[in-house]
């Protein structure tokens, strides 16, 4: 593990320079805007050393408290803010006052960082350190230039600030469930993000045609990879190991195949989908190539989410986590080189997101192949046994078919959106990532909870299961809620890190002063689902989605919408739908915890 470090310790002091030498390309560009004179740049740079020097003095402190990893993470989520901060700043006094979270972050990691290398490592891996803070420092200002070119001063801040963010969820070691679910859609997301910010909205719209496609071939094969989960834990729980063992080779197989097929639909059928979706025809042409190229990557995805099941389930969160930050990393490296570099757009960030989920992919079974205990691959097992593989698709099939169907339901609500014009197309599309990379962070608690209660149920302790279930509920709806009301607070903030367009903002706006007063709802409904898989149960879960949000979302498309015809009553159907669908749920694992946990019937 500790070699597996080292990449993100040089990332981190990559991360670390990159800011470092910012100030000094743009503040030609800078000084006249912000109303300045241009030995005024000498004052920022005090006040970022003043505070570098103040945090660094009390970085051994808060490394006793709270652990190399956390301090990181935090400097560098406060780095991050920093720059983001500076990206809208319209007057000196306001590039002052981001100077002190900037230079307080920036002193705490690098005497964090330091003082872990000195004691952990060799001491030539100090000369690679402050090499790599070199490789930042140089790579700044070719940034910066490049967005002095475009998006002015603001776009290279809130590039820079985008890579420190990414650096924050490989760094959070301390929730590595929860960052292996956000990265994984991060795949997407930056796609998003990257395409609207640095080539055109419609080349933002393009790739937002597809997102519900994405979500729903990338929540079938996340539904099979829980499944696996499930499966490996009651193994573990019981302490079978050949049954472990066979779940394991066989989901290999299942994952692998499954991940093929939906490959090649997506190349066969990515444009008959699309008009299917009512695409607008300036985006289509960008939208099949980008669906295309980025269906390559399925199979490894597949693949991925087979390995994260086993190593989840086997309490190993921190090693998915790491390959998964990897990738992003590179995903988003990729991006930038092929939209701002090779002027690709769609088709770039599509072929970045293909490598980085092959890269994960081999980063997983890399180690899984080199495991010493009943989780270990061995190619020469690999074959179906009828019983594993029945028990892992009773799960992971309605699982898989219960993300698919929220994807399809979504699917009706894509054709009300592509009824307006393509500025609210591309608006909703932006506003859209919120909610992806909300409920992926939901969907970690989820995950958590069909282990626990799966695990739990195997080791005959049938006490915590209603615990586990409870404590996911609450937590779930916390974060919902918390994320929700800050998108309310600071929506347009969120959307300028996806579109330039005023109205595109705007009309982002539309979408997420609705969806914010609805994450915390959909909680209900979820937890209640897992607790059901992880008692064995997904069939009923699953028919019951169907009715209250595939079959109510579209009643309500073609009555409620049809009649209004606004944005506001189109979205409202989320709220209503997670609300009747959650009271189900619930009711129908209150059934199922009486009837096959305290009654004792064998799955």
């Given at each position: 593990m500790a070699s597996l470090l080292l990449p993100i310790i040089y990332l981190a002091f990559i991360s670390l320079g990159l800011p470092d030498a910012l100030l000094g390309a743009a503040w030609p560009t800078m000084y006249p805007q912000l109303g300045a004179q241009v030995s005024w740049a000498g004052g920022v740079s005090m006040i970022i050393s003043a505070c570098t020097i103040l945090s660094a003095l009390a970085?051994?402190?808060?490394?006793?408290?709270?652990?190399?990893?956390?301090?990181t993470a935090i400097s560098v989520a406060t780095?991050?803010?920093?720059?983001?901060?500076?990206?809208?700043?319209?007057?000196?006094?306001?590039?002052?006052?981001?100077?002190?979270?900037?230079?307080?972050?920036?002193?705490?990691?690098?005497?964090?960082?330091?003082?872990?290398?000195?004691?952990?490592?060799?001491?030539?891996?100090?000369?690679?350190?402050?090499?790599?803070?070199?490789?930042?420092?140089?790579?700044?200002?070719?940034?910066?230039?490049?967005?002095?070119?475009?998006?002015?001063?603001?776009?290279?801040?809130?590039?820079?600030?985008?890579?420190?963010?990414?650096?924050?969820?490989?760094?959070?070691?301390?929730?590595?469930?929860?960052?292996?679910?956000?990265?994984?859609?991060?795949?997407?997301?930056s796609d998003v993000a990257i395409a609207g910010k640095f080539a055109d909205y419609l080349a933002l719209g393009a790739v937002g045609s597809t997102t519900l496609l994405v979500s729903l071939f990338t929540g079938l094969l996340i539904g099979i990879g829980s499944g696996v989960n499930v499966v490996v834990a009651r193994g573990l729980g019981l302490g079978s190991?050949?049954?472990?063992?066979?779940?394991?080779?066989?989901?290999?197989l299942i994952c692998s195949g499954i991940g093929i097929v939906v490959?090649?639909?997506?190349?066969?059928?990515?444009?008959?989908?699309?008009?299917?979706?009512?695409?607008?025809?300036?985006?289509?042409?960008?939208?099949?190539?980008?669906?295309?190229?980025?269906?390559?990557?399925?199979?490894?995805?597949?693949?991925?989410?087979?390995?994260?099941?086993?190593?989840?389930?086997?309490?190993?969160?921190?090693?998915?986590?790491?390959?998964?930050?990897?990738?992003?990393?590179?995903?988003?490296?990729l991006n930038l080189f092929f939209v701002i570099q090779c002027h690709m757009a769609a088709l770039g960030v599509a072929i970045a997101s293909a490598i980085a989920q092959w890269l994960s992919?081999?980063?997983?079974?890399?180690?899984?192949?080199?495991?010493?205990?009943?989780?270990?691959?061995?190619?020469?097992?690999?074959?179906?046994?009828?019983?594993?593989?029945?028990?892992?698709?009773?799960?992971?099939?309605?699982?898989?078919?219960?993300?698919?169907?929220?994807?399809?339901a979504n699917l009706f609500v894509q054709i009300g959106v592509n009824s307006f014009d393509s500025v609210m197309v591309s608006g909703s599309s932006a506003a859209a990532n919120a909610d992806t990379l909300i409920f992926n962070m939901m969907s970690a608690f989820y995950t958590g909870c069909a282990t626990f209660v799966s695990r739990n149920w195997g080791a005959g302790k049938t006490d915590r299961i209603l615990k586990s279930y409870r404590i996911v509920l609450l937590?779930?709806?916390?974060?919902?809620?918390?994320?929700?009301?800050?998108?309310?607070?600071?929506?347009?903030?969120f959307l300028g890190l996806f579109a330039n367009e005023a109205d595109v903002i705007a009309a982002g706006m539309q979408r997420l002063k609705i969806m914010g007063f609805s994450f915390g709802v959909s909680a209900l409904m979820d937890a209640s689902i897992a607790a059901s898989r992880g008692?064995?149960?997904?069939?009923?879960?699953?028919?019951?989605?169907?009715?209250?949000?595939?079959?109510?979302?579209?009643?309500?498309?073609?009555?409620?919408?049809?009649?209004?015809?606004?944005?506001?009553?189109?979205?409202l159907l989320y709220i209503f739908s997670w609300a009747i669908t959650g009271i189900a749920e619930w009711a129908y694992f209150r059934h199922s915890y009486k009837k096959y946990i305290l009654h004792g019937q064998i799955w």
């Open positions: 970085s051994d402190r808060l490394n006793e408290r709270l652990g190399t990893g956390r301090v780095t991050a803010a920093a720059l983001f901060g500076f990206s809208f700043c319209h007057a000196f006094w306001q590039l002052c006052l981001w100077a002190i979270p900037y230079g307080l972050g920036a002193g705490s990691v690098d005497a964090a960082l330091n003082n872990y290398v000195a004691l952990h490592y060799k001491s030539r891996h100090m000369s690679w350190l402050h090499c790599m803070w070199g490789v930042g420092a140089s790579l700044g200002p070719v940034i910066m230039g490049q967005a002095l070119a475009g998006s002015g001063w603001q776009g290279g801040y809130r590039i820079i600030g985008i890579l420190q963010v990414v650096l924050t969820v490989v760094l959070l070691f301390s929730l590595p469930l929860m960052m292996t679910q956000v990265l994984e859609v991060l795949f997407n997301l190991h050949e049954d472990v063992e066979k779940t394991i080779h066989t989901s290999l490959c090649l639909v997506c190349l066969l059928l990515a444009k008959p989908m699309l008009l299917l979706l009512n695409t607008k025809e300036d985006l289509l042409s960008g939208a099949v190539g980008y669906l295309r190229i980025y269906a390559l990557g399925m199979p490894a995805m597949a693949v991925y989410n087979f390995g994260n099941g086993v190593l989840s389930a086997a309490g190993d969160t921190k090693r998915p986590l790491l390959y998964l930050s990897i990738a992003g990393v590179v995903n988003v490296a992919a081999l980063l997983i079974m890399r180690h899984l192949m080199s495991q010493k205990d009943a989780c270990r691959v061995h190619l020469k097992k690999l074959c179906i046994d009828k019983a594993a593989a029945k028990r892992v698709l009773m799960i992971g099939i309605p699982s898989g078919l219960q993300n698919a169907i929220f994807a399809v937590y779930s709806f916390l974060v919902g809620s918390i994320c929700g009301g800050l998108l309310l607070l600071f929506g347009d903030k008692i064995g149960r997904s069939i009923i879960p699953t028919i019951i989605v169907i009715m209250g949000s595939c079959v109510f979302r579209v009643i309500w498309v073609y009555t409620v919408f049809a009649y209004f015809g606004t944005i506001p009553s189109l979205f």
